[in-house]
């Protein structure tokens, strides 16, 4: 116990989430995964749920380097081949749009992602802004006001007296042009600079975005999510909303500029005449096997089976064959790979495997430079994959359920689970409308009588207390299928009619019941008690390797129940 005090002291006690085989985990390190803002707001149930999760992956990461289950072969493939696909995709955002990056901007977001701003604001819109109401007056009109405006709260004007008044904001009357809490970058950067420059119980000059003129009033601060990231993950989601704000036709260019010049510069040549052989194999292929697409795992096989074994390119000064590329799109997702119907198909698809590689290439080389953006993605996806696929092996050795587990499950809920009936009588309230419907809803659930409410309101048979004849499933609709999901003597929520009236029911009775053969259920069953003992398994790991490693949660820091 000494020991553990003696460790928690030395990092802070308060900053201490909990340790596991000796190790620490700062709370740094878990609210770098959940926000720390919904933490608070969790209960402790949930909060032991979120341990539990968090806790649970890094005891199996020990877990699979103490068995080299991190280091078996097919697994290495898998994550090596995550973890290039996440690299490719980084590498636009890095050199694509990382240099389009403002210096301001960025320097914007590092100061302003630790808080969260509430603001209300008056909104003077004007002729053709993207408002969805019609607005008469000119855009210079709409900047003169605004101006007034402005100078009138300078001197002393109630600010909410002016949004009710000449706000053009559809809700402005309802709550004072309040458009709550506000993080970086979920504005437009006019609104935001000037929004987050401000200080508490102060307004702006007016504003210019495609809605129109706003004046924007502070009203509080708090911290937001982001502020209790650690330095390298803080830095790292500034840039994100920085790149994130560059406008996506921007991008576009400067994406397909980057790519003309990646393949000029690698020398990238094919080989036309074995490009078009590949080409009527792939035809060939697919009209033999009645292929309309194809998919990754055809075009992966078809390409396999092509016997041609020539250079079909060069680029860097390298020689590639089919070989490289059906490896290549093997190892990509399906989503990637293009349908092939023209020769210029295949061409551009294999110009993108290329470039794909170049990404991968230089991202590599220059990985260091951006190491504080990619580590901590790169180990989040390390664990998820490992943690996924050593639970998956784990619980796909759980034994098969044998045909006596099924029999016994099976008769000892034979009698909740398992019985059917021929038909069912009902009464029924029925009404014109939800609000009717709703309002005697809620007598029922007050003890009123279904019998005397269904004479004095109901449009079925209310003589005889909306009393129905027994019916089949298949008759009225949602109403009929409710009835047969319903227990004897209970009345049902509010249910629309195909017709468009409402109705509650009654369930009187079930007739000619009788038991679901097991052999219409058995496959059901069998698929219950699997993912049961799978799910006995997954807990009863947890349980095993909390143990083995000598886990310790700081109740001072969780103030959880557990």
């Not at 994550?79 to 403002?102: G, H």
């Not at 003589?463 to 009929?480: A, H, K, Q, S, V």
């Not at 009863?540 to 886990?551: A, E, H, P, Q, T």
């Not at 949660?553 to 557990?562: C, E, H, R, V």
């Given at each position: ?67 080299n ?6 697994i ?6 995550r ?19 403002d ?37 210079t ?26 706000s ?26 000037a929004?987050f ?9 007016p ?47 400067s ?10 510069n ?7 005449t074995?490009?078009?052989?590949v080409?009527?194999?792939i ?45 290549h ?6 989503t ?7 020769l ?36 989040n ?26 029999i016994?499950?099976?008769?000892n809920?034979?009698d ?20 009717s ?31 129905i ?13 409710k ?21 509650l029911?009654?369930?009187?009775k ?28 997954k ?20 103030k959880?129940?557990?």
């Amino acid at each position: 116990m000494f020991v553990l005090l003696l460790l928690f002291f030395t990092l802070s006690f308060s900053e201490v989430a909990f340790t596991l085989n000796g190790n620490t985990f700062s709370q740094q390190s878990f609210f770098n995964k959940i926000p720390r803002e919904e933490w608070n707001n969790f209960s402790n149930s949930q909060k032991n749920d979120l341990i539990k999760d968090f806790i649970y992956k890094e005891l199996v990461f020990l877990e699979s380097e103490k068995t080299n289950f991190l280091y078996d072969p097919l697994i290495k493939s898998k994550l090596d081949n995550r973890i290039n696909q996440f690299l490719i995709n980084s590498a636009y955002d890095l050199f694509v749009a990382f240099p389009l990056v403002d210096s301001l901007e960025y320097s914007k977001a590092l100061k302003y992602l630790k808080k969260d701003i509430r603001v209300r604001h008056i909104l003077i819109g004007y002729k053709d802004c993207r408002l969805p109401i019609p607005i008469k007056r000119s855009k210079t009109k709409a900047l003169t006001l605004s101006k007034n405006l402005y100078n009138d709260l300078k001197s002393g004007s109630n600010f909410n007296d002016y949004v009710v008044e000449y706000s053009d904001d559809p809700s402005a009357d309802k709550n004072f042009g309040d458009l709550g809490w506000l993080s970086w970058g979920r504005t437009v950067p006019e609104f935001q600079n000037a929004a987050f420059s401000l200080s508490i119980n102060t307004f702006s000059e007016p504003i210019l975005t495609d809605f129109g003129f706003h004046i924007i009033f502070l009203d509080d601060i708090k911290p937001s999510n982001s502020s209790f990231l650690d330095s390298s993950a803080y830095k790292a989601l500034a840039l994100e909303k920085t790149i994130m704000s560059i406008p996506l036709d921007i991008k576009r260019v400067s994406a397909k500029q980057y790519d003309q010049a990646a393949i000029f510069n690698s020398g990238l040549v094919f080989n036309e005449t074995l490009l078009l052989k590949v080409f009527n194999h792939i035809q060939n292929e697919n009209t033999k096997n009645k292929i309309v697409a194809s998919g990754k795992k055809n075009l992966v096989n078809t390409l396999n089976s092509f016997n041609n074994s020539g250079v079909l390119c060069v680029f860097d000064s390298s020689a590639y064959g089919v070989k490289w590329f059906s490896n290549h799109f093997k190892n990509f997702p399906a989503t990637r790979i293009p349908s092939i119907k023209t020769l210029e198909d295949l061409k551009r698809s294999f110009s993108l495997a290329v470039l794909q590689n170049l990404c991968l290439v230089k991202i590599n080389q220059e990985y260091d430079n951006f190491s504080f953006l990619l580590d901590l993605k790169i180990k989040n996806i390390t664990k998820n994959l490992i943690f996924d696929s050593f639970i998956k092996n784990h619980i796909n050795n759980v034994k098969n359920i044998d045909s006596t587990e099924i029999i016994n499950y099976y008769n000892n809920n034979k009698d909740d689970k398992y019985k059917e009936y021929n038909l069912v009588s009902v009464r029924e309230i029925k009404t014109l409308d939800k609000s009717s419907c709703d309002s005697l809803y809620s007598l029922l659930q007050n003890d009123f009588s279904f019998l005397n409410l269904a004479k004095n309101n109901s449009l079925t048979n209310p003589r005889n207390g909306g009393l129905i004849e027994p019916f089949t499933i298949n008759r009225y609709g949602p109403m009929g299928k409710k009835a047969f999901s319903m227990k004897i003597n209970t009345f049902s929520e509010p249910i629309e009619n195909l017709d468009g009236t409402w109705s509650l029911i009654f369930l009187e009775k079930k007739i000619n019941e009788q038991y679901i053969p097991l052999n219409r259920v058995i496959n059901k069953i069998k698929n219950f008690l699997k993912k049961d003992s799978q799910k006995i398994a997954k807990e009863n790991l947890y349980i095993s390797l909390y143990n083995k490693y000598d886990v310790s949660i700081n109740p001072l820091f969780f103030k959880s129940d557990k």
